[in-house]
């Protein structure tokens, strides 16, 4: 929620690119983090997390997250998010989370929509979120898995080629 309502104020009030002569644009708006090193020790902390996460839950998984933990790596993708000044290349980076969240959006409005239209609700996807939806048809689990990965590494790959792209220009 933070993340959003940061994200929508952010990009309403600084439509705009850094060097326009406009007088509400400062130069400290410009991809400029506050203090890069503890922002960069504290990203390794949080990779560091989840790489000994993903080492120790291995299929068959021994450690739930559960909300807790999924949670705070939320909040530090977002908090790192707003302390370097890179909300919307974080929608880009975390674009599997957002097809995620999306999937489950999409999936209860329209069932809404279609149970006061028609009486009877539909879906979209047969379940949600989406990673499920691969799941009923009967692909194997680590299928699905792999190919989120490989998906949510296009993603990130793909935001600092956006954000290189932005700066050259």
């Not at 560091?48 to 530090?76: E, H, Q, Y």
């Not at 998010?81 to 909300?87: G, L, P, V």
């Not at 999936?107 to 009877?120: A, D, E, N, V, W």
Request: charged share 15%; aromatic share 12%.
């Amino acid at each position: 929620m933070i993340f959003g309502a940061y994200t929508v104020v952010n990009f309403w009030q600084n439509n705009h690119r850094c060097g326009s002569l406009r007088p509400s644009v400062l130069e400290s708006q410009c991809y400029e983090a506050r203090d890069p090193l503890d922002l960069a020790v504290f990203a390794a902390a949080i990779a560091t997390a989840c790489v000994g996460f993903l080492w120790w839950n291995a299929k068959p998984a021994r450690i739930i997250m559960g909300d807790v933990g999924s949670l705070a790596i939320g909040g530090a993708l977002a908090g790192l998010a707003i302390m370097s000044r890179t909300e919307i290349l974080m929608a880009v980076i975390a674009g599997l989370f957002v097809l995620e969240t999306m999937s489950v959006i999409l999936q209860m409005s329209y069932f809404k929509l279609t149970g006061r239209i028609t009486g009877t609700g539909r879906r979209i996807f047969r379940i949600a979120p989406i990673h499920h939806h691969f799941e009923h048809p009967g692909w194997d689990e680590v299928t699905v898995v792999i190919r989120f990965w490989i998906i949510a590494g296009l993603f990130v790959v793909s935001g600092p080629g956006i954000f290189y792209a932005d700066w050259l220009g």
